[in-house]
């Protein structure tokens, strides 16, 4: 039953509550865990959609598991558990809620944790229904994975009916009065500009910053020391979103490099394993024309008109150097690019199955020059600039 059960030692959090000791091993009380999960609904939706607030996201879909604090250990659980109690915790995900429940000391945290550690832009967008006597805990948390430590939190009080109260980034009452009811939330968080907005349905209630950092990740659920009898948190409706791309997938685009200012060329192959160069843009053939394919999270095919077969990395390769081919698209994810926008308008190209970036090596103004894979380093030879044809 416990087979998917995973102990973790990475910290998240206050810093104040948090009494993490080093990872130890699993102790007896882990037998009276119960977890019901594979196949549940998330609460995570499907497809493109624009934010609540703001225009210029995307909607995707990053990984999660559950993570709990019991007895100073770490654990993570399966995305999509339903049912979990284990030693002072107590979780649901039914009817597409989910609820978080600390009961008593054992344990102080219960939360969804995304698997996205980003440095640029996000938005959390959730319902949130705090319920009576929940005291001091917190409900959602923007935290900074390097350097360690909280760089938002938002807390539930007692105070005035039920309060939400942001620290950090701005801070202040967020809201009274809310116990048993629902109350959408919005984080915005820009790295680049260290700033974060909180909306409470639909309008800004806090603007600011604290402190800076490298990468974050976001959390919800019900994280603190317990303060009262019991505390329970619910979510509904959650969704996360990326600052979107201007990419026309009904249009047909050269690639051209900054460095070399040529661009991708499929050699007029209709061939897997042929390897993908550069040329002029002077030229009007379709060996040097593409078509973006969405696939999902954000992630396209990105294929030759002349072919009809996507830029891949050379036998799904993780290793920098990998030359890039052409290849019908399949299921080892090699095929799929992840596109980030850049300052000047240009791309940078990640790989979904390597986390490494397309690029000319060596900045080559070759039009033999094989195109590779490398550790993203923001040079002009990883950068892409699409022309519309």
């Not at 597409?96 to 939360?111: A, D, K, P, Q, Y």
């Not at 047909?252 to 007029?268: C, D, H, K, P, T």
Request: proline share 3%; net charge neutral; with cysteine.
């Amino acid at each position: 039953m416990h087979k998917n059960f995973v102990p973790v030692n990475r910290r998240g959090g206050n810093k104040h509550n948090r009494n993490m000791k080093s990872q130890i091993k699993i102790n007896s009380w882990l037998k009276s865990a119960v977890i019901v999960g594979a196949g549940a609904t998330l609460l995570l939706g499907a497809g493109v959609a624009r934010a609540q607030v703001g225009s210029g996201w995307a909607q995707f879909f990053p990984n999660s598991y559950i993570q709990i604090e019991s007895n100073d250990v770490f654990c993570s659980f399966p995305p999509d558990s339903t049912v979990i109690n284990f030693a002072g915790v107590q979780y649901t995900n039914k009817n597409g809620i989910e609820t978080f429940m600390l009961v008593n000391h054992h344990s102080n945290r219960v939360e969804r944790r995304y698997y996205d550690d980003y440095s640029d832009r996000r938005q959390f967008e959730g319902y949130v229904n705090v319920t009576g006597p929940t005291e001091d805990e917190k409900i959602h948390q923007i935290f900074c994975a390097n350097p360690d430590g909280p760089y938002f939190l938002i807390s539930a009080y007692t105070n005035s009916g039920g309060e939400l109260k942001a620290l950090g980034a701005g801070g202040g009452t967020l809201i009274t009065g809310c116990y048993g009811t629902w109350v959408r939330i919005n984080s915005i968080h820009d790295q680049a500009a260290n700033l974060t907005d909180i909306y409470i349905n639909g309008t800004l209630m806090s603007h600011g910053t604290w402190g800076s950092g490298i990468s974050y990740y976001t959390k919800y659920g019900d994280y603190g020391t317990l303060m009262s009898a019991y505390s329970e948190v619910q979510y509904k409706n959650v969704k996360m979103f990326q600052t979107g791309t201007s990419i026309d997938t009904s249009a047909i685009y050269q690639i051209q490099n900054e460095a070399s200012g040529l661009v991708l060329n499929n050699q007029g192959s209709l061939t897997n394993g042929s390897k993908i160069t550069q040329w002029s843009s002077a030229s009007t053939s379709q060996n040097l024309q593409w078509t973006f394919i969405p696939t999902d999270s954000g992630y396209y095919q990105i294929n030759s008109v002349k072919s009809g077969k996507d830029a891949v990395v050379q036998s799904a390769s993780t290793s920098q150097g990998a030359g890039i081919i052409q290849w019908s698209f399949g299921s080892a994810q090699n095929d799929q690019w992840l596109p980030q926008e850049n300052a000047d308008g240009s791309f940078t190209f990640v790989n979904r199955h390597s986390g490494l970036v397309l690029e000319d090596p060596g900045s080559s103004s070759s039009t033999s020059t094989q195109m590779d894979q490398w550790g993203s380093n923001g040079g002009a030879n990883q950068k892409w600039q699409l022309i519309k044809q």
